[in-house]
């Protein structure tokens, strides 16, 4: 009897590339082979969609590693719902961005020099006064376009 985990890696890859996110994190549990093939989906997923923002989507996550820094919002939104009925669904990924969130002052300012410098964004700071209402703590708020 042939079970899921004795098909080729090759195979197993092909399958889980069209599988929605939530059964891709289930198979993870199943054994060794599919934790491995699907953890290599999910990263594919990840670079792919943070790709759209960055040129180097891998070095990009390595700074984030470095900074203690994580992706969320729209692009993080759009990894969980991929091969879902809500993927995409109305093209909403077209007006996502990228939201990072960085511990401190220090790794925000590394994270704007690497973006600037890889990417060629520019760095603009937000009126407090806009945000008096919405941010209790807006000192490490800022955009980068």
Not at 19 to 25: G, S
Not at 37 to 51: N, P
């Amino acid at each position: 009897m042939t079970t899921l985990a004795s098909l080729p890696v090759e195979l197993l890859n092909r399958i889980t590339h069209f599988l929605p996110t939530r059964d891709i994190v289930h198979i993870r549990c199943v054994c060794r082979i599919l934790r491995a093939v699907s953890g290599q989906e999910l990263k594919s997923r990840v670079l792919g969609q943070t790709g759209r923002y960055v040129s180097r989507p891998k070095e990009f996550f390595e700074l984030l590693d470095l900074l203690s820094g994580i992706v969320s919002g729209s692009t993080a939104l759009a990894v969980l719902m991929m091969g879902s009925s809500l993927d995409n669904k109305d093209d909403w990924q077209k007006r996502s961005d990228l939201d990072v969130y960085v511990p401190n002052e220090d790794s925000s300012a590394r994270l704007v020099e690497w973006l600037h410098a890889n990417d060629e964004y520019d760095a603009v700071n937000i009126d407090s006064r806009d945000l008096e209402d919405y941010w209790k703590n807006n000192g490490s708020i800022k955009a980068v376009t």
